[in-house]
């Protein structure tokens, strides 16, 4: 046991089943602990914040945050590759990273407590998870405490009744896109999964297992749901693809979903968080979107817009970039 990992998680956070992916994929040796009344008192040892996953390391070091903690273990275990050595390829794989932990979580979370069928669904499975032990009465108490309390954090994404559309019209269209780009390639980014496979997976992946969302998923997007099967336990199958292979399929994604929405609003969301405001406005493809702020994401775009300064040739990218309307949100 010295040398193995412990991951204190659950399968309907996509931020945990993200972690545990990566760790299936490098082979380091792990162990998957639910996060329960059971774990708890081991998992409050080493939580810093009340948020999974955690992983727990063989030096008895608690680190959390899903996008660190690949970092983290990427430097201790470097192969197989997650980065394209293609540089343009690379920068966008990141790109897409955070785009899936920031806007695909909106998908994720709008769609799983939106409707009713989603909602007994998800709290019926949270419920069984924390309370393994309890009867019917109490089972079903927990099932309606769960389904009203996370019910009423919606908000947390950006999900209200003007926004509601917005996001299921991304969720469709991002659909329609990857399931274009997947039918010539087994990953996002050729026969290896990238740095950016796993944030938009672990999003994927939760809304697969909900009602309204994963009855979409199988109907409309069959290559989509294979990388959600595959990309449980992936494994690198032959090589990375340069970005001019990638291009053709890959930039609808960027121009349509991150340059056009994504950017727009983390943007949006930043200076809101720099101005103090408790509610911003902005115009993403023409609708209007509003919500409160939130202080991680504008957290979250200072490390992206870090990790594009620390390119050192920008040019092939920024070309890229510009094309796709991200350009001027990363170099603000």
């Known amino acids: 046991m010295a040398n193995i ?32 009344p059971d774990s708890q008192a081991e998992y409050q040892k080493y939580a810093r914040l009340p948020i999974v996953p955690l992983v727990v390391t063989p030096q008895d070091e608690g680190i959390q945050d899903s996008t660190p903690i690949i ?35 909106k998908w994720m979370f709008h769609c799983r407590w939106a409707r009713d069928v989603d909602q007994l669904s998800s709290a019926g499975r949270i419920a069984r998870m924390m309370k393994p032990a309890a009867d019917e009465k109490q089972l079903s108490a927990a099932i309606a405490q769960v389904r ?11 999900s209200n009744a003007r926004t509601a559309p917005q996001i299921e019209d991304s969720f469709s269209e991002t659909l329609g896109i990857l399931e274009t780009h997947l039918a010539r390639r087994t990953y996002l980014f050729g026969a290896w999964p990238g740095f950016g496979d796993f944030g938009m997976w672990g999003q994927l992946y939760n809304a697969w297992t909900d ?25 690198a199958e032959g090589e990375f693809e340069a970005w001019a292979g990638l291009e053709p399929t890959l930039m609808p994604l960027l121009e349509q979903q991150v340059g056009r929405l994504f950017m727009p609003w983390t943007t ?15 115009e ?3 609708r209007t979107w509003t919500q409160q702020p939130q202080k991680y994401h504008a957290k979250s775009l200072a490390a992206l817009r870090e990790k594009y300064a620390a390119l050192p040739d920008k040019q092939a990218v920024d070309m890229v970039l510009d094309r796709a309307g991200c350009l001027a949100g990363l170099r603000a």
């Open 211 to 235: 009602p309204t969302p994963g009855a979409i998923i199988e109907a409309r997007a069959p290559k989509v749901l294979a990388w959600i099967q595959r990309m449980l336990w992936p494994r």
């Open 148 to 158: 009203e309390r996370m019910v009423g954090r919606v908000w947390l994404v950006g």
């Open 5 to 36: 990992y412990r991951i204190f998680g659950a399968e309907l956070s996509p931020y945990s089943v993200k972690v545990r992916s990566y760790f299936r994929y490098k082979g380091i040796p792990h162990e998957w602990i639910l996060r329960n």
């Open 71 to 105: 970092e983290r273990l990427e430097s201790l275990y470097p192969q197989p590759a997650i980065h394209p050595s293609d540089q343009v390829s690379a920068f966008v794989s990141v790109l897409l990273e955070e785009f899936g932990d920031e806007w695909g979580n």
């Open 268 to 282: 949006a969301n930043a200076a809101a968080i720099a101005a103090g405001r408790e509610e911003f406005s902005v």
């Open 284 to 286: 993403l493809a023409g």
